[in-house]
C-alpha cells in the first residue's frame, strides 16, 4: 500500500459526523434564520427581478406555494427568497475585521485578495480576466492564459466585492472571440463554441496588443470546452444578479451569442436522450478519464445554463422560439437526470436486482445493465441515509463514481429536489474522510488503479491514483460546496470544510490540487498560486458571511418540473 493511500476508520468517522451534526443544529438554525433578515449594511430593496421569471409565469400559469411538507422542502422554503432578491455586491473581505454575522476574517483572505489582484490580466488598459496560475517555478504551458472555467470563482469574487468592470469587460472580449472563425485542421466548429482560453499578446515593436483565443486546437488531445459556453451563460446571469444592470444582456450580441450556444446544444440529430454526448476531456476533467458519453457534470451545466438562458433571453421573435425549446428540454432533462442518474440505498438495491435482456416499453432496466459490473466499493460506500447522482449512464453502462461538481451544481441549479439535494449534504456528512478527508474536496471519489487505470486512462502519468483529476482534492471546490449547503440550509458543513483548507491554503502557496486518499499531500505537478484555489476560498468565505450573494450562483425550484416516477412503473419518452 502507498504512503498516498493513508487510512480511513469508518467508525471513527461515523463518530466525528454524529458529533458535528448535533453541535451544529444550533448553529444552523441561528444561520437560517439570518436569511430571512436583510443584512443591516446592505440597506437592500426587496423587488421581483427577472430571475422570478419562471416557467409557470412565462406561460400564464400561477406559482403554487404549497406548505412544506418535509426538512428538505423546509430548509429550501427559508432560502426561496433569496433568488428574488437585488443583491448588488460591496466591498468585503480584508477590509471588515469582523462580519455582520460573527464570523472573524482569516488572515488568508488579505494574502487571498493580495494574490487575486496580481493575476489580473489587461488588454489595452482594462482588466478582462485572471490568468489560470501565477507560479513562475515551472514550465508555464497554458497556465499563462485567461481560462473561461477558471475565470467563474474570480468573477464572482469581484462581483460579491462590488467590482463588476472585470466581469463585464470579461463576458465582451469572449463574446467577440466566439464570433472568431474556428478551425482545427481542416474541419470548422460550430459557430456559437466559446473559446477554453485566451491569451493577450504584446508587440512591443508596434506597441500593440492583441488577443489570441484558443477553441481547443490547442489544448491536450485536441477536444473543444463544452463546458465555456455554459460557464459564459452562468456568469452573464451571475453580473445581471449582482448590479441590477439588464443593459449587458440585453444587447443584441449578448443575445445573439447566447442562442448560438443554445443552438449547438437544442440541435436534433440522432439522440433518444435529453442529454448531451460529449467526448473525453471536453470539461474540468480535461484529460482522459473515461467521461465520454453524458457526464453529470456537462448535463447539470447544461440544465443551470439552460434555467439562466430562460431568464435572460428577450421575449422577441427569435427568443420566444428558444424559449419554447428550453422548457421542452428542461422538462425532459430534469426527469431524465433524477430518474436514471440518481442512486441511494434503495435504487442500489434495484439495480443489484435487475434482470436483463428486457425488450419493450416496460423494461425496468431500460439501460440493459449488468448487475455484476456493480463496483464492489459501493456497496459500502453507500450510507443508509444519503444518495447522489452517478457520474454517467449510457447503454448498458453505469458510472457509479461520485463527482463533486456536478452533484454541487445540480443543487445550485435546481436539478436535483430538495430531497435528493438533502441527501446529498447526508451523503458528504456520512463520508467525510472520503470525500474531503484532510484537504477539500475530492473531484472524483473513488480513484482508479492498476488494469483499470491503464485502460481508462491510457497510463496517465498525471492522472494516478489519488492525483489530479483522478481522486485528487481540489480547493477550487469549497465555493461549490458552500453554495450547495446555504441552500439547503447546512452552512455548518462548509464552515468545517472552510477551516479545514484554511490549515493549508496559505503555507502550502494556494496549490492547484492535493494528492492521496485524504488529500494530504501537495500534487506532484501542481501548480502554485492557483487562481481559482484563491477565488474559490475567497467566495466561499463571502458567502458565508453575506448568504444574499446565493442569488448569484443558485436557482430556485421550479415547481413544473415534475418529480421521477417509480422505477416499478412502466415509462414511455
Known sequence: MSSLDGDVSQNGSLKSVDAHRASAEIEDLDFLRSLDKPPKLLNMERQRSCDERSLNELFGVPLLSPRPSSRAESNFRLIDHLDGLYSPGRRSGFNTPRSQYGFETHPAVAEAWDALRRSMVFFRGQPVGTIAALDNTGEQLNYDQVFVRDFVPSALAFLMNGEPEVVKNFILKTLRLQSWEKKIDRFHLGEGVMPASFKVLHDPVRNSETLMADFGESAIGRVAPVDSGFWWIFLLRAYTKSTGDTSLAEMPECQKGMRLILSLCLSEGFDTFPTLLCADGCCMIDRRMGVYGYPIEIQALFFMALRCALLLLKQDEEGKEFVERITKRLHALSFHMRSYYWIDLKQLNDIYRYKTEEYSHTAVNKFNVIPDSLPEWIFDFMPVHGGYFIGNVSPAKMDFRWFCMGNCIA????????????????????????????????????????????????????????????????????????????????????????????????????????????????????????????????????????????????????????????RSHSWTF
Open 411 to 566: 443543487i445550485l441549479s435546481s436539478l436535483a429536489t430538495p430531497e435528493q439535494s438533502t441527501a446529498i449534504m447526508d451523503l458528504i456528512e456520512s463520508r467525510w474522510e472520503e470525500l474531503v478527508g484532510e484537504m477539500p474536496l475530492k473531484v472524483i471519489y473513488p480513484a482508479i488503479e492498476s488494469h483499470e487505470w491503464r485502460i481508462v486512462t491510457g497510463c496517465d502519468p498525471k492522472n494516478t491514483r489519488w492525483s489530479y483529476h483522478n481522486g485528487g482534492s481540489w480547493p477550487v471546490l469549497l465555493w461549490l460546496l458552500t453554495a450547495a449547503c446555504i441552500k439547503t440550509g447546512r452552512p455548518q458543513i462548509a464552515r468545517r470544510a472552510i477551516e479545514l483548507a484554511e490549515t493549508r491554503l496559505v503555507k502550502d502557496n494556494w496549490p492547484e490540487y492535493y494528492d492521496g486518499k485524504l488529500g494530504r499531500f501537495v500534487g506532484k505537478q501542481a501548480r502554485k498560486f492557483q487562481t481559482w484555489s484563491i477565488a474559490g476560498y475567497l467566495v466561499a468565505k463571502m458567502l458565508l458571511e453575506d448568504p444574499s450573494h446565493l442569488g448569484m450562483v443558485a436557482l430556485e425550484e421550479d415547481k413544473q418540473m415534475k418529480p421521477p416516477m417509480r
